[in-house]
């Protein structure tokens, strides 16, 4: 850094034109980005340094380079947020650019990189500058997904800053989210000409490919004039992305285009083993029953996975299958067989999370059998207790076998299932009917505590509106009262915002029960012209999980809620997130916005991230002089006992807080709800234990040791927990404390269970070609524990089996008794051993009996990860190369290819065999296969192979992919996913922006 700000007072000796020139030429070099950097801080004269802005813009907007574009973006950002004598008007208009770029960048390596200038030139803390200002939009995110928040703001009328929570929404790092603000911007901007030219660019730009399919989706929808719509359309379809892939199938559908290719891309999307996103789904089979109904070839591959023990269904997934099936014409007799036979099952269409039942009245409506078993499945001990599943069908059947048989569930369930028998009679048959309502008058005379779930309903069952109101109010003292139901049953009497004694008892009901039974969101929803309400609304937004959606709905005309509401509609990714908890924890003391972002840890959604800044913020508070106040200790103590779908995340982060803080004597003797010990909730769940918490704990082991005793192991984690696992999740930190390791190891000699993959790697570190390590290698290699061995899945044991085998051959490859024991294995023909063996001895003659060729293997077999390693211990350079070119064009791919594990034998043969490595740059140098592309460069940089030539290459790449209208995908090898090619060749070309 001083070398680069003597170059700066070097040049500042420069004539001023030979500096702008000099500028312009060189801006575009990550090499010279400090300098020039440097050179605007010393600058006397806000003209100048105007001037370098000028230069700098001029030639980005001249040089065709995406690599100097993006280089010049990262010096704009640096000019912004440093310390040079800047007009007011440049330095807004900068520090907008470097906003834009952060928020909605092409590139996530520019994004952090921008954002790294923004958070390392804050200056004085004493003064709020625009990225404090800016901070609370970044960050805690408040809401996962926000697709809810998006369909509502769909409804608002077209502003500037409606457009920009929507244009960002298309960046959201959900692809629900980005969807549903690709359908709003669409249905509020449609026809806009500068927002189509926005998403014409961004579609053009981006590196992320679901970012790219968002922005095509909004065209299309928005803008189905756009000129070479059809033309995107159609190259969507061809891409490897599966998303992209979805809306090129979605945008030719709409335009009547679409054919049988398109109707065999779209089953192929919903095959067994799916890569369309989970959010994706839903979309696709609506698509494929809405322009393919009754289609005979779907009808054929989709009755054949849903035919129980019957038939491979790898080719269309049984849901979805299912889904489209329920949707074809009750007319279609194979259809409606299938029908016939499902319910005949103990529990028919099992499997599906889908209004399946709802589709079955027209097939009850055409065939009396059909309606006949319909009633006997809702009446079956399995549909007495599953009757949410059947609300709109019994009121589509009706009849008096129903109404009957829903005043006896009525009468003898007690619980939930009152509510999903009542609410069909009151709906659907009503006090018309004498027996119902006989049964009605009845109902009105329960107890307070039987009428409970019945609440919401209460309004047709007393029908006199004084008697109502009053039992209403008499029901919110009840011991198993339900807020938000009763909240429903006042909406449902006709109250409004006005009625402020309907509002205050509510309103003092508000978090003092269960969450799921709170009236909030009815208060929000129906009574929030009420200004204690309003009050309460601009309360929610500084807490956690506030109802987005709700209050955009509620409130889209209050200028303050509004604001703050389009203010949370952006979060950053979570990478850029990290970003900005890892300079909080350092500097959050003196700086109040840095602070929040710490402090707000339990608003964050993201269970890491909400784990590590609780880490950061009480390792703050245990240095302050004042201590920790016994407010916050209650809270954290209330948030050792969170429930709700984000508990694990919210009691790890609260146990943090309290192991810091130095409060584990009172964590010992709490109890869950019941009798059961609390326990130690590790992250967000079995096998997604925090890395943060982790560290933490090996940090602290002895006073964790020391608090809970032998109870620890016990304590620790979630279902599935136990010794093992617990000291697999400390694996990795052993170094934080002298104890941790002490006890690690201790625990290694007397288990004889078997080691999870964390707890091997440490092995090897800490006791290289040691007796324990080889006994515990065996063990695991040879199946010999049972059991204990069910606590590691099938794919988790085979993916520790090919760790050792690398272990075995970088520690024992000179034991002959090692040799002599995977031989032995060998003849159990798995391929774990053969991988070993080829790693340890590639030249063994028990390879040699192995008669199919590597490539064969994995073409026939799709047993990747041993061709390609027998195939770099044994093939000529040339043969190598096809097996590593064949493995990554490969069809599918699942996580037993073992990627990664792949990879590991692809660049060692690659690093030392210059041939192999020769033969792959040559087919670089003449192949335009997508994946080949994005892999082959990855694989010889890592492999230490790269060369002017292929660099040169894909330069030249790079900028051709820059051409292409819509970003094109290959599969990336090394990074074991489709991505689209500029980000991968980046990774090649720009591994950092950093100078």
């Not at 569930?409 to 309502?437: H, M, N, Y």
């Not at 008058?441 to 007393?462: M, V």
């Not at 894909?954 to 996913?977: K, T, W």
Request: proline share 4%.
């Amino acid at each position: 850094m001083f070398e680069e700000f003597l170059a700066a007072e070097h040049m500042r000796s420069w004539p001023f034109a030979e500096v702008v020139s000099f500028v312009a030429t060189r801006s575009g070099e990550p090499l010279w980005r400090n300098v020039i950097a440097n050179l605007t801080s010393l600058l006397d004269r806000p003209t100048e340094v105007k001037d370098i802005v000028a230069a700098i813009e001029t030639a980005r907007d001249g040089d065709a380079s995406r690599v100097s574009l993006i280089s010049r973006d990262v010096l704009l950002a640096d000019i912004a947020f440093g310390p040079s004598r800047k007009p007011s008007s440049t330095a807004q208009e900068l520090i907008n650019t470097a906003f834009n770029t952060i928020e909605c960048g092409a590139w996530t390596l520019a994004r952090r990189e921008v954002l790294k200038s923004a958070l390392t030139h804050l200056g004085d803390e004493s003064v709020a500058t625009p990225v404090d200002v800016r901070m609370p939009r970044w960050a805690p995110r408040r809401e996962k997904y926000l697709a809810g928040l998006f369909d509502v703001l769909s409804t608002w009328a077209a502003t500037a800053d409606l457009e920009a929570a929507l244009i960002g929404g298309l960046f959201d790092e959900e692809r629900h989210n980005q969807r549903s603000a690709a359908q709003a911007v669409a249905h509020v901007f449609a026809g806009r000409a500068d927002v189509q030219k926005r998403l014409r660019t961004i579609l053009e730009t981006t590196l992320d490919l679901s970012v790219a399919a968002a922005a095509l989706e909004a065209l299309g929808v928005g803008w189905p004039d756009t000129d070479g719509l059809s033309e995107l359309h159609d190259r969507a379809i061809t891409s490897l992305d599966p998303t992209l892939k979805l809306v090129g199938i979605a945008g030719r559908a709409a335009t009547g285009r679409a054919g049988a290719s398109d109707r065999d891309d779209l089953v192929g999307l919903l095959s067994e083993f799916p890569e369309i996103d989970f959010w994706d789904r839903p979309s696709a089979r609506a698509l494929l029953a809405g322009f393919w109904k009754d289609d005979p070839a779907v009808i054929k591959v989709a009755l054949t996975a849903v035919t129980r023990g019957g038939g491979r269904r790898r080719d269309f997934e049984r849901e979805s299958a299912m889904h489209y099936l329920v949707r074809c014409s009750p007319a279609n007799q194979s259809v409606a067989d299938w029908v016939r036979r499902e319910l005949k099952e103990q529990y028919p269409f099992s499997l599906s999370h889908d209004d399946v039942w709802d589709q079955l009245i027209p097939f009850a409506a055409a065939h009396s059998d059909i309606r006949a078993a319909v009633i006997a499945s809702i009446k079956s001990e399995w549909g007495s207790h599953s009757l949410h599943n059947f609300q709109a069908l019994i009121q589509a059947l009706r009849g008096d076998e129903l109404r009957d048989f829903l005043i006896s569930i009525s009468r003898s369930q007690q619980g939930w299932g009152e509510f999903w028998a009542v609410r069909p009679l009151v709906e659907a048959w009503g006090k018309s009917d004498t027996i119902v309502a006989e049964f009605l008058d009845e109902t009105a005379h329960w107890e307070d505590n039987r009428l409970a779930n019945l609440s919401a309903l209460l309004p047709k069952i007393i029908l006199d509106p004084e008697v109502c109101r009053t039992r209403l109010f008499a029901l919110m003292e009840g011991k198993r009262a339900r807020f938000d139901l009763i909240a429903k049953g006042f909406v449902a009497l006709g109250c409004t915002s006005a009625d402020d004694e309907v509002v205050d008892a509510l309103l003092g009901k508000v978090d003092k029960g269960a969450p799921a039974f709170d009236p909030a969101t009815s208060l929000l929803t129906h009574f929030y012209g009420n200004a204690r309400v309003r009050l309460y609304a601009l309360d929610t937004l500084k807490e956690r999980a506030p109802s987005l959606a709700v209050l955009a709905m509620a409130y889209k005309d209050d200028a303050e809620i509004r604001a703050s509401i389009l203010a949370f509609a952006n979060p950053l990714p979570a990478e850029l997130r990290g970003d900005i908890a890892d300079v909080a924890a350092l500097e959050a003391i003196t700086r109040p916005s840095l602070h929040a972002v710490l402090s707000d840890y339990d608003i964050e959604v993201d269970g890491e991230l909400k784990i590590a800044a609780s880490i950061s913020y009480h390792r703050n508070m245990a240095r302050e002089a004042s201590g920790v106040s016994e407010e916050h200790l209650a809270k954290l103590r209330q948030d050792l006992h969170a429930v709700g779908p984000d508990l694990h995340e919210r009691r790890a982060a609260a146990f943090a807080g309290m192991l810091i803080l130095g409060r584990l004597d009172e964590v010992v003797p709490m109890l869950e709800y019941g009798d059961k010990p609390l326990n130690i909730r590790s992250g967000t769940g079995y096998g997604q234990e925090s890395d943060s918490l982790m560290a933490l704990m090996a940090e602290r082991w002895d006073e964790l040791s020391a608090a809970f005793g032998q109870e620890l192991a016990s304590r620790f984690g979630d279902f599935g927990a136990d010794e093992g696992h617990l000291w697999d999740c400390l694996a990795p930190h052993l170094s934080a404390s002298a104890g941790v390791r002490r006890d690690f190891l201790s625990f290694i000699d007397r288990t004889d269970t078997t080691l999870g993959l964390r707890s091997v790697l440490a092995l090897a570190r800490e006791l290289p070609s040691s007796d324990v390590l080889l006994r515990h290698c065996w063990r695991v290699f040879g199946r010999e524990v049972s059991g204990q061995h069910e606590r590691h899945s099938p794919w988790a044991v085979q993916r520790l089996q090919l760790e050792i085998a690398y272990v075995l051959r970088d520690q024992y490859r000179d034991r002959p008794d090692v040799i002599s024991h995977l031989q032995n294995a060998l003849k159990r023909g798995q391929r774990p051993e053969v991988v070993a063996l080829s790693l340890l001895a590639p030249f063994d003659a028990l390879l040699d009996q192995i008669e199919i060729a590597p490539i064969d293997i994995g073409q026939q077999h799709s047993d990747w990860v041993t061709a390609v390693h027998l195939s770099a211990a044994r093939s000529a350079p040339d043969d190598f190369a096809q097996v590593v070119l064949a493995m990554i064009s490969r069809p599918s791919r699942t996580n037993w290819d073992f990627q990664e594990v792949v990879n590991r034998a692809v660049v060692e043969r690659l690093g030392r065999d210059g041939a192999a490595a020769a033969s792959l740059k040559s087919r670089l140098m003449e192949s335009s296969d997508p994946s080949e592309i994005a892999s082959l460069p990855r694989y010889l940089s890592a492999a230490g192979a790269l060369d002017t030539e292929i660099t040169q290459r894909c330069v030249e790449q790079l900028q051709f992919e820059g051409q292409a209208p819509v970003p094109r995908a290959g599969f990336d090898a090394v990074e074991g996913s489709v991505r689209s090619l500029s980000r991968s060749l980046l990774d090649v070309i720009t591994p950092s922006l950093s100078a």
